[in-house]
């Protein structure tokens, strides 16, 4: 199984941002991962995405990628 950033593959980021309304802006993810029980850490990597407006989770994904 492929690990993103902190350890954490990008499905299971993803499963935290279920019921997000695109497009969304960064700070819209963040709020849907905390009212899904997100973990600590995997509210941090959220965090680390870029700071820009989300068309889908196509771009959430390549936002993640982009994470050094």
């Given amino acids: 199984m492929t690990r993103g950033v ?32 997100a973990p600590d850490d995997v509210m941090q990597e959220i965090r680390k995405l870029p700071d820009q407006q989300y068309g889908g989770p196509q771009e959430v994904m390549k936002g993640y990628g982009d994470i050094e």
Avoid at 9 to 33: F, H, R, T
């Fill in 6 to 37: 902190g350890g954490h593959s990008p499905a299971n980021v993803q499963k935290y941002l279920s019921g997000v309304d695109y497009p969304a802006e960064k700070q819209d993810l963040i709020e849907c991962a905390r009212r899904n029980s």
